[in-house]
C-alpha cells in the first residue's frame, strides 16, 4: 500500500525535499522546498535546508566519492546463499579500503544476453558519509527511512514519469561536482553510476579564462555562457565565456560516453548502443547543453520535464511555481520520494548498522521471542494444572484405601479412582516425554549453530518415539530419537575432516549423546541418529526386574 514519503536530496550546490504520495499512477505532491547553501559542502546544505512542511521519515539520497556502485554477476542460487555472497564481497571491499561500509543490494532484471546467471546491483555507502547526512537529519528533527543511490532515485523517477518506449535511454543528472549517470532500456534497468564531475567544470573554466573567482565565474556563465550551435555573440564577454566552457563540455560528453563503455565491460553486452539521452539536474540548465550534446553524441537530446504529469494540487501556490522553476533539480528527490511511496519501485535501503539491527530485530526476531514466551507460559501453566490434579488425586486414593479398611462397601469406588488414576498417570508420563524431547532438541539445536560447519546445513529434522539398540535404548523403554539428515556443499575442501571435526563437536557439547551416523559415498549427504536420554545399564536392570514381576 502506498504510504506518505518525503525525498531529500542534499548537494553542495542545491537541497530539495519533497513530500507526497505516490497513487493513481502518479505522485501527489504535499510539500516542496529547495534551498541554496552559501558554501559547497553537504553540512551547509543540511543547514540551509528548512522546509514549511512536517517532514515523514525520509529517503535520503546518496552520491559522490564515498558511494560505490558494483556489478557482480552470480550463479542462480537461493536467496539465503546470495545474500552470504554479498556480505563476503562486502566484507572483502571494506577490507581493502580499511573503512567501515553500509551496503544493500538488489538483482537487475534478467538480461537476454546473460544466460543461467543473475547481476546483482551492491550498493555500498562510507559510514562517514552516512553519519554526516544523519546529523543534518537530527538538526531537523525528521527520521531516516532508508538511504538510497541518487542514481536509483533517478532511475524510478524516469520510470514513473518520463516518457518509456522501447529504446535504450541514458538518463543524466548534472549537479555540481557529481553525475547520476543511469541507463534504461525499455523499462528495465541496466546500469547506474555515479560520476565525478558536474557544472563545476565550467564555473572553473571561466574562472580560468577570465581570472575570476569561481562564484563570480558562475554568475558569467549564467548571464553570457552559451553551447548553442551557430549562437551569434553579441558582445566580446559572451564569445569569451562559451568558448571557455566548450572543453568542458567535452570532458561532460567524455564522462558519459565512459559510462556506456562501463557498461558494456561490466555487463558483457557488446552491442549497447544509446539511443536517447535525456538530462536533468542544475546543470543541464546551461544554455544549449542539450544541442550541444545532440551534436557531439548524435543522438536526440531532452530536458527531463518530471513535473507536468505531478499532481501539485495540494501545494501552495508559492511551492508549486518554485517546483515549476526547479523541476530539474528536484528529479532525484522526487524519486526518492517515490521509491519509499511505491511498494512496486525499485529500490536499494542502505541503513546504518545499529538501524538495520533494531528493524530486523522488531520484524522478525521479537515476534519468535514473544511466540517462544507464550509456549513456555503455557507448558508452565500446563504442568501446573496436571501436578495440582495429580495432587487431588493422591489425596483421594489416600482417603479411599482408608475407607476400603474400614468397609467393602466403598470397594467399587476406590477401582474407578484407581482407574483414573492409571490415566492421568499415562498422561504425565505423555507430558514428561514431551518435556525430554524439547530438552533434547533444544540442545541439539544450540550446537548446530554454534559449531556445525558453514558447508553443512540441515535438509530434515524430525524427533519420534522409539527404540534403537545401537543407541541403547531398549525396545522396553522407548525414549526419543531425533534424526537429522542433512547436506554438503558440493566442492567443499576436507569433506571427511569437517565431518569427523562436526561428529566431534557433537561428542564434546553434548553430555550423555549416542548417535549413529552414516554418511553418503561422497560425504555430500549425511543422516544422523541421536538421542542424549539413552537409558544405562542399572535403569535396563530395574525395567527387566519389574518386567519380571508383572508375570
Request: charged residues 25%; negative net charge.
Amino acid at each position: 500500500m502506498a504510504r506518505t514519503s518525503t525525498g531529500i536530496d542534499v548537494g553542495t550546490a542545491t537541497a530539495v525535499a519533497i513530500k507526497g504520495q505516490f497513487k493513481g499512477g502518479t505522485f501527489h505532491v504535499s510539500g516542496f522546498e529547495i534551498e541554496a547553501p552559501e558554501a559547497s559542502s553537504i553540512e551547509d546544505g543540511w543547514g540551509a535546508l528548512a522546509p514549511g512542511f512536517t517532514l515523514t521519515p525520509a529517503r535520503v539520497g546518496l552520491t559522490g566519492r564515498e558511494v560505490n556502485l558494483r556489478y557482480v554477476r552470480v550463479p542462480r542460487v537461493p536467496d539465503w546463499q546470495l545474500r552470504k555472497l554479498m556480505r563476503f564481497e562486502v566484507e572483502d571491499i571494506g577490507g581493502q579500503s580499511d573503512s567501515a561500509v553500509a551496503s544493500d543490494f538488489n538483482l537487475l532484471p534478467e538480461l537476454p544476453e546473460i544466460e543461467g546467471e543473475d547481476v546483482v546491483v551492491l550498493a555500498m555507502a562510507k559510514d562517514s558519509l552516512l553519519d554526516e547526512h544523519l546529523a543534518g537529519l537530527a538538526g531537523m528533527g525528521c527520521k531516516l527511512e532508508a538511504f538510497a543511490p541518487a542514481a536509483l532515485g533517478l532511475y524510478n523517477a524516469w520510470m514513473r514519469y518520463g516518457v518509456i518506449e522501447g529504446d535504450t535511454v541514458m538518463i543524466a543528472n548534472i549537479g555540481r561536482e557529481n553525475i547520476d549517470v543511469v541507463i534504461a532500456r525499455g523499462p528495465d534497468l541496466l546500469f547506474a553510476r555515479n560520476l565525478s564531475g558536474g557544472s563545476l567544470l565550467f564555473d572553473q573554466a571561466i574562472a580560468q579564462q577570465f581570472n575570476i573567482s569561481v562564484p563570480r565565474a558562475e554568475e558569467v556563465k549564467l548571464k553570457y555562457a552559451t553551447l548553442a550551435p551557430g549562437a551569434r555573440f553579441e558582445n566580446p564577454n559572451q564569445e569569451k565565456a562559451s568558448r571557455a566552457i566548450a572543453g568542458a563540455a567535452g570532458q561532460l560528453q567524455s564522462l558519459l560516453q565512459s559510462t556506456v563503455m562501463f557498461c558494456k565491460s561490466q555487463l558483457k553486452i557488446g552491442g549497447l548502443k544509446i539511443d536517447r539521452v535525456v538530462l536533468c539536474g542544475g546543470g543541464a540548465a546551461l544554455t544549449g547543453l542539450p544541442q550541444w550534446l545532440e551534436n557531439a553524441m548524435g543522438v536526440p537530446t531532452e530536458l527531463f520535464d518530471c513535473v507536468r504529469v505531478l499532481d501539485t494540487s495540494n501545494l501552495e501556490p508559492e511551492a508549486a511555481d518554485n517546483l515549476e522553476e526547479y523541476k530539474l533539480e528536484a528529479v532525484v528527490a522526487l524519486g526518492l520520494a517515490t521509491m519509499a511511496s511505491d511498494p512496486d519501485a525499485y529500490s536499494i535501503e542502505i541503513l546504518p548498522e545499529g538501524l538495520r539491527q533494531r528493524r530486523d530485530f522488531w520484524s522478525g526476531t521479537a515476534f519468535l521471542v514473544a511466540s517462544a514466551l507464550l509456549g513456555i507460559l503455557f507448558l508452565g501453566y500446563d504442568a501446573w494444572s496436571t501436578s495440582r490434579e495429580l495432587q487431588l488425586v493422591e489425596q483421594q486414593v489416600s482417603k479411599l484405601t482408608r475407607d476400603v479398611k474400614r468397609a467393602k462397601k466403598t470397594d467399587a469406588a476406590t477401582v474407578e479412582l484407581i482407574e483414573r488414576n492409571a490415566l492421568l498417570e499415562a498422561t504425565a508420563l505423555e507430558l514428561q516425554g514431551l518435556l525430554g524431547s524439547g530438552e533434547q532438541l533444544v540442545r541439539v539445536l544450540e550446537v548446530l549453530d554454534q559449531r556445525m560447519p558453514e558447508e553443512f546445513w540441515i535438509s530434515n529434522m524430525e524427533s519420534s518415539w522409539s527404540f534403537d539398540e545401537e543407541l541403547s535404548i531398549h525396545r522396553t523403554v522407548e525414549r526419543p530419537i531425533l534424526r537429522l539428515a542433512g547436506r554438503a556443499r558440493q566442492g567443499t575442501r576436507s569433506m571427511a575432516s569437517l565431518y569427523e571435526g562436526f561428529l566431534a563437536s557433537l561428542r564434546d557439547n553434548l553430555d550423555g549423546i549416542k548417535m549413529k551416523a552414516a554418511p553418503n559415498a561422497d560425504g555430500s549427504r549425511f543422516e544422523l541418529d541421536l538421542s542424549l536420554l539413552a537409558v544405562t545399564q542399572p535403569e535396563l536392570d530395574d525395567v527387566d526386574q519389574d518386567a519380571e514381576e508383572g508375570r
